[in-house]
Each structure stands twice: as structure tokens, then as C-alpha cells.
């Protein structure tokens, strides 16, 4: 055979392929089944975490599938409680999906005996927000192991899409268990991450079962119009001909079709549906399955109009793709719909589906794309240049082929070269993004210069904290030298605390409710706590583990230092410590209302134990908005307190604020050590975890922080009082979209997003909001200017 008919059959070969890839719909469940890495070591040590462990060598990297290494199998801390969350987080790397799960227990070659008897799954696509999986008929509890060594598969239905997957061991008894895993799917190479619809309906005609049309599991909210999730749309499962028959046992007629009616939606005549992706995608096609069946008033769209929008926080562009269908009326099969999408780019997709007939009914829905803009046009290039060499019709010159790719290697290292040029040039021009920036002649092409004083980078002590959050940075002076005679706080008897439950954990510590016996006569005259009278107080005390670092136990004892110089009543009070001998701890106030965030959002609309008079209707009461303000003065008394001093917290928020007894609010920092509010962090992987719906653009995008970037954060807490916390900031923003969004503040061409205005608020108060977020660092008020400007709208 010549090189001519050689490369003639490579390429039809390779179109082939093409056309078959291109022709796939919805993955199958049914052959997504390949083990995903923990057996075979794919996965690795560092993507494999958990909540707690026994002892190093029964730590997450040993939870692998049919493994004995280390002491055989993950074993979380002591006995495990029925209420106990204890769990093995596996990383996947990239989106998922994810169809089995095989569990084992430790055998560690005939010496371990604990397994689980059963367990629970929670996922997440982005490591922050997590979901609960529940297959088909509701139930979150999947049958475990019966011995130490025998493995057990599970299939998971419905299918979880995700790249974080957390196994969560379930008991009824309090026992000890340990477990080695495998996890089975393939790649969710799609990317789409959620979908957005009107929600189901139910087809109720005389003489016939009702039918349930409804997205029963759906993994977003469902308020009306589902938003935020995945669900049948996504699981794989084709629905038949006739919708009232089901692939699955035990469910509702109509369980695999998300349908509506046409005249549920007023007078639109059409469906609307919003997709997002993880990335940039350049769209081929979209395939629609769809039920035809006419008899009974269902049919195929008539035509569909798709708007495409490049980033989140875009416009939607204004040219639609549309796509007129050919409706049969002979053939009641149901059927995948082809939708050309002209190769347009996105990040996401608002398509309008317009009816045919009475009912429209959907069972799944995918997406095919090339090559995105956002991978390089280097990628793009090579990518010519090795279909030059497959469909040339002349073979290829063996000895130019290493001289081409040498060259193309060359031609990409000189392209990152100059990228790095480029970032590193912007980076030393604007001072690193470190020093105080004239933010109104800054663009990212120009210099950024200060006149005004400020703590760079490598003048700031940051302390991360025994509960994983920065309590506060501080000039590094207060914190040099550090020794015992530097801290002012008394020596507790470690043996008069008795523990009473755990508050929450960090990395390095944990926060814990003890009550301190004798505390008020050994804290004497002047002592803060509420009950002199008392022989013992509840107190929080956050304890230094004993595996920390030598860092983590430096840090510890300088955020004593801290603590014990801070005197204001709106600031958390150091009482005493226990730092003569391990584990170190600070003994702190314990605030018996707990944090705002909590005490606020479990007030209802209608009635509120804030005040005496009822917050249904609009304008507040006088004496209600005076509730809510008093809160706002007291914290921006604490915050006025802490930038006297030169203090940046970098956590403002309403549940860093604590209430005592007496409703007053004191400033601390226990927020993030509690798992209620791991959802307000955005976790870098490898790196920090960080509250973006709270911070200021330069603290995001610069990593600067100053009573500046604390001034922003207090117009987010405001924000979140007058919601009464019913909601996070930006919820309608996934955290992706909160960081495009700030460098919408940078570039300030007038399309950042703002916080919209609380209903409970008054016009006077959101424009001080407003200012708290204004653009230049030099426009936002001092929490001097706050306090005086809220001060005298409470009734004293």
C-alpha cells in the first residue's frame, strides 16, 4: 500500500471517529463504570482528606480499595456517635461522573476487624457548596459492609456529577469503623454544571392517573423554577415512548420527563432554560431528548432560540441562534432533537423552546463542543499543525518531523516567556498589588503609586488561628519578642475547666464550651462576666492541638498577645490561659445567644422577639429599625475600636458577631471553625480559604487588606442585618461570578453587580452602604464616620 492510500485511510479513520463522537448523546450509566484511581494510586495522597483520624497510620491515604498499607483502611478519631459527621473527602480532580461506589473495612491482613455498616454521600462540584445524595425514592443511607474484608458495590442512582466526593460512615451505635474505597464513573467532560428551568407540572385528564412531570432529583432549589443544579435532565436515563411508563421501579407515572403545559405559562408559548459550564465552550450542538407522543397532546418543540453569553456576569449577546424543527405527526416515538449551535462561544446558554402542541416533555439534554477560545490559540495552533501531518497526501519527511515539533516546543515556551514577561512587568509596576494604591488613576496597564501610609505585604502579621480563620492583622511590632511576661492574661488551673461540647475545629485547634469553676473570684475586681455570684461560668476556649506546628504554636501565643491587649465591650474579652504546659488554650467569653448570623435568621417576618412590634409590614416601626441599628452601632463601635489600633480583621461578617445574655455584640472570630459556615468560604486548593462575598475588590484581586477593605466588609454585615441574614450576599452568584465581578470594580466601566436593597432598610441607610463600596479606597467612610452617622438614629 502506498503513503498516499495510507494516509487517505487514517484520515476517513479519523473522520469517522469524529462523526462518532460527535453523534453521542447523554453519557450511559450502564458503561460509565471505570474505576476512577484509589485502588491503582491515580489518585493522589494530597486529593485524599478527611475530617479526623485515629492515628498517622490510619490517615486518608490509606482509605484505598484493597489496600494494606499503613495500619489497612481510614479510621476516623475515637468512637463514632450516631450524630457524628465524620467523613473520607476524595478530590476527583475534575468533574465527575460518578455511577458506583465500592466500600471495605481495615483487615490489615487478618488484625483489623471494623468496617461501616453503612454510609451516607455528600458531593460538591466546586468544594464549596455541598449536597446530600438521595437515590430515586429519598433515602441518603446506602447498606455498608458486613465484615472487615469483603467488598461491597453499590450502584448510585440517580448518578452525582461532582469533583468532591465525601463518604460519610453512618452507626446506630456508638463503635468504631474504618473503611478503604473505590470510586467507579468516567469523566463528565460536558462541563455543564447547571441548568435552570420553570419547574414540572402534573398532567391531570379525566379518566386517566395523574402524572408527575416534576425534576424529582434535582440538586439545586426549587422554588417555583429549579436553579442552581443537575438533575434527570443530567442522569443518563432516556425516557420511553409512552411517558406514563418509567425505566425505574417504584416511582411516580411521568417520573423520567420534566414536561409543562402550555397555557401553565401564560401567554409565552415557550419554555426557558438557562445552562452554565464550568469553562468557556465553543458550541456545536445541542441534543434534545424529547417525547413525541401526539395522541395525547405532546410533541416535539417546534422551534428553539438560543442567546449565548461568553462570561457569567456578561450580557447575553444579542444574536440568537435559532433552529426551526420538522414536527412528525406520523412517527409518536420519542426522540433526540439536533440543535447546530453554529460553533458559538459561551460560558452559558438561555435557550427558549417553543410548544408544538398542548405539552412539551424533556428527558435529557447535552451538549457537544470543540475547542474553546480560553485554552490559547497555541493549543489551537498545534493542533493544525498535526492535522497538516495526518491528511498531508505526500508521507511525512522523518527527518523534518523532530525539527517541526522541536519547533513548536520552542514557539510555546517562548509564548509563556512572554506571558510572564508581560504578568510579572503589571506586577512590578503596580508595587506587587501590595502597597496602597492611587485607585483613581489606576488601570491595568498603568502604575499604581500611594501617597497615603499604609502596611505592606511583609509588614503585616497575619495570624491564621487555632479555628483556620485570621483573627486580625497587625502592625509586626506589637507581635516581636514574644515571650510569657508578654502576655498579660493570668494562668488558669487547667483542671477547673470542665468540658461541655465542642463548637467547632480548624486545622490546628479546636474551640470548645467548658465551664470554668471559680472563674469569677479569680478573675477578682473588675473582672467582665456578667454573674459575680456565681461559683462557675460557661466559657469558650480554644484549645492548640497537639500534632500543630511549631508556626501554628508560635501563632497561638502571639494571638494571645493580641487578645490580651484588646479592652472594649464590643470586642471579645481574653479572660485567662493555660499555657504553662500542652495543649495551650485562651479562655474567652462564651456568648450565650451565639453569633448574629444565627440569632437573626431564626426570627420569622412576621414576628420578632427583636422588639415588641411586628416586622410584616413595610416601613419598619420606629422601635424595630432601632433594633437593627443598635446592632450596626455597636459593631462599628467594636470596628472603630480595632482601627484606632491599627487592626484589620478580614472577617467581618454577622457571624463573627457574638450576643451575650444582654443582646450586646461583641466582634470575634469563630465564624469560619464552624462547619454551619463552611459555605461562606471560597477554598483555594492548596492555598487559603477566603470570604469573597464579604471582601473588597483589592483584598480579591490584590490581596490587600486594610481598615479600607474592613469598611467594605461592614456595609456586607449591614446588609446582612436589614436581610435578617435570610440570605448569603450575591446568592444568586455562584463564587466564580463574585470574583468576575470584582474585576468589574476594577476596570469601573459602570457593569459591576451591588448588593441589592435590603425591603427592612432605609434609603439613607443603603446610600451609606453604597458608600462603604465605593470603588476608590479614599471614597469609603472611617468606622469613625459610621459610628457618627448611625449613632444618632438610635434610641438611646
Known sequence: MCWCDRWTIMHLFLLLILQATAALGQIDPAHC???LGMEDNRIK?????????WYETTGPQYGRFNSEEGDGAWCPKGQLEPSDTQY?????GRLTFLTVVGTQGRYARNSGNEYARA???NYSRDGVLWKSWRN???NAVIEGNKNAYQSVINDIHPPIITRYIRVIPVTKLSTTVCMRVELYGCLWDEGLISYSAPEGQLMQQPGHPIANFSDSTYDGVNERRLSGGLGQLTDGVIGLDNFLQARQYHVWRGYDYLGWRNDSLGTQGHVEMEFVFDRQRNFTSMKV??????????KIFSSVSCWFKPRLIAA???EPVTFMTVLDDRNPSARYVTVPLNRRTAKSLRCRFYFADVWMMFSEVSFQSGNTHKHTHTFISQQKIYLLILFSSEPPDDGNTPILIGCLVTIILLLIIIIFLILWCQCVSCGGGYAEPDVTQCTPHQCFHSNAPHYAETDIVRLQGVTGSNMYAVPALTVDSLTRKDISAAEFPRQQLIFREKLGEGQFGEVHLCEAEGL?????????????????????VKQLRADATNQARNDFLKEIKIMSRLNDPNIIRLLCVCVTSDPLCMVTEYMENGDLNMFLSQREIETSSLSKHVLLFFPLPPSSLSDLLHMSVQIASGMKYLASLNFVHRDLATRNCLLDRRLTIKIADFGMSRNLYSSDYYRIQGRAVLPIRWMAWESILLGKFTTASDVWAFGVTLWEIFTLCKEQPYSLLSDEQVIENTGEFFRNQGRQIFLYAPPLCPPSLFELMMRCWRRDIPDRPTFEGLYQALRPHVNQ
Open 520 to 540: 469569677p473570684e479569680f478573675l477578682g475586681e473588675g473582672s467582665p462576666l456578667p454573674d459575680r455570684d456565681c461559683l462557675s461560668v460557661l466559657v469558650a
Open 45 to 53: 495522597d494530597e486529593a485524599i482528606t478527611a475530617s479526623s483520624q
Open 119 to 121: 454510609y451516607r454521600l
Open 289 to 298: 431528548h424529547s417525547n413525541n407522543m401526539f395522541s395525547q397532546g405532546v
Open 88 to 92: 473520607l473527602q476524595v478530590d476527583l
Open 33 to 35: 463504570r471505570y474505576a
Open 136 to 138: 430515586r425514592l429519598g
Open 316 to 318: 447575553w449577546e444579542p
